[in-house]
């Protein structure tokens, strides 16, 4: 499922851009100003940024300016009333991929969000396993491939995060018990099952090779 991460500090235009998104089977966390915003993107990997510019804290160019010094390259679209040359001309300068004007039609931010995650659904594919997005499975070499439970979710963590470590945190989230044993035992079963080569990032997480 393709995950967005939405940075908007309105909480009626918020909450019905989250129901809206999910209706249209979209994953989405919702931060309320740039901190959370920044915090979330550090212990989740999301394939596409909604970010509001007048936020409390940090304001959503001066976040998306940090992600992109980073080397976050996740897509970025910026929603905002500010649409004079200067105000979009920052946030394109600051590593947005398009500009929404608010107010804006939902059903023409949903076009705009499809045109910039269809890359994702379409490449979330390593060394033969892919995830089908339609219905969330793993293929590999085209043909189902029999996983299920804790050990799914992780592998489809490392195959959307690929060529990048999937997060520990993220990781640490899907196991019953949350402690570094269980995650390395799981890591070593996917590494027997599917037969790849899964690497610990130390200070990161697990990335597959």
């Not at 940075?7 to 919702?30: A, F």
């Not at 980073?70 to 979009?88: E, V, Y």
């Not at 979330?124 to 085209?142: Q, T």
């Amino acid at each position: 499922m393709i995950k967005l991460l939405l940075l908007e500090d309105d909480p009626n235009l918020g909450k019905s851009l989250v129901k809206y998104l999910e209706r249209n089977g979209y994953s989405v966390d919702w931060a309320k100003q740039g901190e959370e915003a920044i915090d979330l993107s550090y212990t989740n990997r999301y394939d596409l940024y909604l970010f509001d510019v007048n936020v409390p804290l940090v304001n959503g160019i001066d976040v998306l300016t940090g992600l992109r010094q980073a080397d976050d390259k996740t897509p970025t679209i910026i929603i905002s009333a500010q649409i004079d040359i200067d105000s979009m001309s920052k946030g394109f300068s600051a590593g947005a991929d398009d500009y929404v004007k608010k107010p804006f039609d939902p059903e023409e931010l949903l076009l705009r969000i499809r045109a910039k995650t269809v890359l994702a659904a379409q490449s979330s594919a390593v060394h033969g396993y892919r995830i089908e997005p339609a219905d969330g499975e793993i293929y590999c070499e085209e043909r189902l491939f029999e996983i299920s439970g804790v050990p799914k979710s992780i592998l489809i963590e490392l195959i959307r995060a690929y060529p990048n470590p999937a997060p520990k945190n993220l990781l640490m989230d899907l196991l019953a018990t949350q402690n570094d044993g269980a995650l390395r035992v799981n890591m070593v079963k996917l590494k027997k099952e599917t037969g790849l080569e899964i690497q610990a990032v130390r200070g990161v997480g697990y990335k597959i090779l």
